[in-house]
């Protein structure tokens, strides 16, 4: 029996999945980008180009390059922060740490971003 009622559970999801598929195909937005895809696919067709090129073009005219779909970023200087009050020294890429936090709180961000070699 149990087969019997897998066979109706399927069917019927089958017609729902029909029926939203009929929805979205009647669907403006859909249309549109499905013509854009139809006439994007003969253009490259007529001209020998593979969605691999057109998205290399794409790259290089947008300015990110072909860097094989990965942005990288560069990597921050090194700045060394030196409390001339206690002698600490803090070694940071970035301006977002607890003890450079702390100072700046103490001693005023001015102060601190004078410290910095």
């Given amino acids: 029996m ?4 897998d066979y109706i559970e399927t069917k019927n999801a089958i017609e729902a999945l029909q029926k939203k598929l009929a929805a979205l195909s009647e669907n403006e937005t859909v249309q549109r ?9 003969a253009l490259m067709d007529e001209y020998g180009f593979s969605a691999t090129d057109v998205l290399r073009m794409w790259n290089l005219e947008s300015g990110t390059g072909d860097s094989g779909g990965e942005r990288k970023r560069s990597t ?11 002698g600490e020294e803090v070694k940071t890429r970035g301006g977002n740490h607890k003890t450079l936090n702390a100072w700046r709180k103490k001693y005023g961000k001015e102060a601190v971003n004078s410290w910095a070699s």
């Avoid at 149990?2 to 009622?5: D, G, L, N, R, Y």
């Avoid at 980008?33 to 696919?41: G, H, P, V």
């Avoid at 921050?76 to 922060?81: E, I, N, Q």
């Fill in 2 to 5: 149990s087969k019997f009622v």
């Fill in 33 to 41: 980008a499905n013509e854009f895809k139809e006439k994007l696919s």
């Fill in 76 to 86: 921050r200087t090194l700045k060394t922060y030196r409390n001339p009050k206690t």
